[in-house]
């Protein structure tokens, strides 16, 4: 992903001050934060949108008519305009704010149980994480359908699309992937997968939580059907996600969670549903999460995904070319082209110490099975580090890790 | 604190060569443990004569600690009456959890630092819970969760 040649080239130096967070020691080293793909930082922007928020603005949205709830509703309906533009969807109805991409997969998987008939298949890929895996495995468990996997080739975690369409044709109702990655870094070919399956009237469901903070999206141009991304992984607040679905298929959709805010009228017997996103917006939402949110995407925005998504993608490439010297070293993904994320195996070094040496380091990592469980297993390894980077990442510190690491990789194997 | 002092020369060196590391074919107690955190796993096997672990060995794939841990153990339970056997995982437990070495008994003592590093904990006492399981027979996946 390059930016426009005339694009202005961000100050990356003096975008890493926008961070508090990343100005402090650990264990008597200066912090180097290499976990984004689990959560990014926050910039300053988006702490002060929420204070500012708590101390002026705070109020329940939609029922109340006085001044406080009006500012609040509008803040709310505010952010979901302002994601439905971040990723180009037609309308903000399209747009349900959810607890982040696993509630928004799990509001897909859940509320389908109704569409979903015995010798139905669902299609998803080797590579997904435990969250567009298990739901899945749920619905096939409620309805008697069938699970089937694009397979991963092998260490270097293209997906093996010789099969895709074949696959498609064995009755496949939904097929869900990942757009990047979480343990491999690849970047799926969304376009092709979505245009793949609409040639066999597939809905499809991209999980763009890698992505949708690195990456421009545009989910009609990649004629999606449903696309889940995460608040946290994206300079914004925990606790709010984005599902975006087309509003036709979420018009037909049975609602997921029943209470307030998702009903039109209420009897003692039944109900009828609020219109679309009200319908799959039960309860309180996370009204000050949504405020936060819009601050993060102005944020990024600001500084352009383009522009985001060279700077952390060249940090990976050049950690990776970096740790392949380190000897023992098995790295995952891709060479070329990739997200913004490494993973790897060290021989004689489980994962679990790697990240406890570079914590002593003041390098923050993270080690495990990075909820892919199966993916590993056909790898034949249990456990990876993975370093992962966002906007506020510097070449300094590649250079840190692979000096780190390497340092591991002889403290462990001797 | 330093590193060294979590990664003592007995838990790097037990790590690189585990003792015991095999199946046991006259094994007569078999239990399994595993981390769901990160993924750790472990097979204990165990061959129990009378009230003596006549002999004892492990397989798994794991962390440093873990592995070491389990490999000390094997190293200590060999002979010993299953009273012995939880006796000897309680005073491990104690330097573990609370930092105290055993003056008497180094090779458990090198585990000590772990106490600082609270979630590693389990990674040490995983193939400790296995074989405890192993030699009660009960053939349950012992589990750190």
């Known amino acids: 992903m390059k930016p426009p040649a005339d694009a202005p080239v961000p100050d990356w130096a003096a975008l890493r001050a926008d961070f508090p967070i990343l100005d402090q020691t650990v264990h008597g080293r200066p912090l180097v934060y290499l976990d984004n793909a689990a959560t990014t930082q ?117 997906l093996d699309l010789s099969g895709l369409d074949a696959l498609l044709a064995r009755n496949v109702k939904i097929f869900a992937f990942p757009h990047i990655s979480n343990s491999l870094g690849t970047i799926n070919p969304a376009l092709e997968l979505c245009a793949c399956a609409r040639r066999h009237g597939v809905i499809t469901v991209v999980d763009a939580a890698q992505s949708a903070g690195h990456l421009p999206i545009d989910v009609q141009a990649l004629g999606c059907d449903f696309l889940a991304f995460s608040g946290h992984k994206m300079a914004g607040p925990t606790g709010i996600g984005v599902l975006y679905g087309r509003q036709a298929l979420l018009e037909a959709m049975d609602p997921f969670q029943g209470g307030g805010e998702m009903i039109a009228s209420v009897q003692f017997e039944q109900s009828t549903w609020n219109k679309v996103p009200h319908k799959f917006e039960a309860g309180t939402p996370d009204i000050a999460g949504a405020v936060g949110l819009h601050a993060a995407m102005d944020y990024l925005d600001a500084i352009g995904r383009p522009a985001i998504a060279a700077h952390d993608g060249q940090l990976a490439r050049d950690a990776f070319a970096r740790l392949a010297r380190v000897p023992g070293i098995r790295l995952f993904g891709p060479a070329g082209e990739r997200g913004g994320l490494v993973s790897f195996g060290l021989a004689g070094a489980h994962a679990h110490d790697v990240v406890t040496f570079a914590d002593r380091e003041g390098i923050a990592l993270r080690g495990g099975h990075h909820c892919t469980q199966p993916l590993w297993r056909k790898l034949g390894i249990t456990a990876t580090t993975r370093a992962s980077f966002y906007l506020y990442n510097t070449a300094a510190e590649v250079d840190r890790l692979a000096e780190v690491i390497d340092q591991a990789a002889k403290f462990f194997g001797g | 604190m330093d590193l060294t002092e979590l990664y003592q020369s007995v838990i790097l060196e037990n790590n690189r060569r585990p003792r015991n590391f095999r199946k046991l074919p006259t094994a007569n107690r078999i239990a399994a443990g595993n981390n769901p955190v990160c993924g750790d796993e472990i097979t204990v096997y165990v061959q129990i004569e009378g009230d003596r672990i006549a002999d004892i060995s492990f397989q798994g794939a794991g962390c440093a600690i873990s592995q070491a841990s389990a490999s000390v153990m094997t190293q200590r339970l060999k002979g010993r009456t299953l009273e012995e056997a939880e006796a000897l995982f309680a005073r491990f437990k104690e330097i573990v959890t609370q930092g105290k070495p055993d003056e008497e008994d180094l090779d458990l003592s090198a585990f000590a630092g772990v106490h600082q590093f609270p979630a590693r904990i389990k990674c040490a006492t995983l193939g400790w819970h296995a074989a405890i399981n192993a030699l009660h027979g009960e053939s349950v996946t012992a589990t750190t969760e």
């Open chain 1, 42 to 158: 926050k910039p300053r922007a988006v702490i002060e949108a929420l204070v500012r928020y708590y101390e002026h603005d705070n109020a329940n949205v939609h029922r109340g008519v006085h001044e406080l709830s009006y500012r609040a509703t509008t803040a709310y309906e505010a952010a979901r305009a302002r994601a439905a533009q971040f990723i180009h969807a037609a309308v903000p109805e399209e747009i349900i704010f959810t607890r982040g991409t696993t509630e928004g997969l799990n509001l897909i998987a859940y509320t389908f149980t109704s569409r979903i008939k015995p010798g139905d298949a669902i299609l998803v890929t080797e590579m997904e994480h435990h969250s567009n895996l298990v739901p899945w495995q749920l619905l096939a468990r409620r309805t008697g359908a069938k699970l089937l996997f694009v397979p991963v080739t092998g260490d270097d975690g293209l």
